[in-house]
T-cell receptor, first 115, second 116 residues
Framework: KQEVTQIPAALSVPEGENLVLNCSFT??????LQWFRQDPGKGLTSLLL?????REQTSGRLNASLDKSSGRSTLYIAASQPGDSATYLC??????????????FGQGTILTVHP | DVKVTQSSRYLVKRTGEKVFLECVQD?????MFWYRQDPGLGLRLIYF???????EKGDIPEGYSVSREKKERFSLILESASTNQTSMYLC???????????????FGPGTRLTVL
């Protein structure tokens, strides 16, 4: 069964810093991996999706990388802003076994960017 | 813009009541999902559906049922609500999982259910 771990669990940084959020998963049989953002009391917003054949995906100040064989993904946030404060979740989409067609979520990284 | 909507943002019910949570998507997606989210436990899959009238149990189906009579609508039913079903409920939809396709999953805004 797929298991997903996100490190660190929480991060507090001053505005302007570049950040790296880490995600590891145990089963490399995946179609893709999504990174989501969740604000308190709200639903999930999809930030980036990396397909299993890709190594990187970029959107604005966000860059996500994927190393499927080693079961790792990172989300890089450049020049962080207070508006980036939220919980960030990663979720690989299973391509086989009991995880087929399902996202498995990590516990998330709670990010606080202070002015 | 793609959209997943949920019938209520907040809901308060009493123990033993039958509760319906509705989810509608406008993207013509085959797949729809219901999750619950609790502090310290993360997001857990309750039920999902790959097609109309089709349903599959997720990781925590006990105490819940679902209905999918139309492609765009997926309902979660609590037959007899209990206090341990107080939670945030999230609905999502996606295309079917296919190699080489984007298979992106989109979420609704969530329903915060409180059972007294």
């Amino acid at each position: 069964k797929q298991e997903v771990t996100q490190i660190p669990a929480a991060l507090s940084v001053p505005e302007g810093e570049n950040l790296v959020l880490n995600c590891s998963f145990t089963d490399s049989a995946i179609y893709n991996l999504q990174w989501f953002r969740q604000d308190p009391g709200k639903g999930l917003t999809s930030l980036l999706l990396i397909q299993s054949s890709q190594r990187e995906q970029t959107s604005g100040r966000l860059n996500a990388s994927l190393d499927k064989s080693s079961g790792r993904s990172t989300l890089y946030i450049a020049a962080s802003q207070p508006g980036d404060s939220a919980t960030y979740l990663c979720a690989p989409l299973g391509a086989g076994g009991t995880s087929y067609g399902k996202l498995t979520f990590g516990q998330g990284t709670i990010l606080t960017v202070h002015p | 813009d793609v959209k997943v909507t949920q019938s209520s943002r907040y809901l308060v019910k009493r123990t033993g009541e039958k509760v319906f949570l509705e989810c509608v998507q406008d993207m013509d997606h085959e797949n729809m999902f219901w999750y619950r989210q609790d502090p310290g436990l993360g997001l857990r899959l309750i039920y999902f559906s790959y097609d109309v009238k089709m349903k599959e149990k997720g990781d925590i189906p006990e105490g819940y049922s679902v209905s999918r009579e139309k492609k765009e609508r997926f309902s979660l039913i609590l037959e007899s609500a209990s206090t341990n079903q107080t939670s945030m409920y999230l609905c999502a939809s996606s295309p079917p999982p296919l190699a080489g396709e984007k298979n992106e999953q989109f979420f609704g805004p969530g329903t915060r259910l409180t059972v007294l």
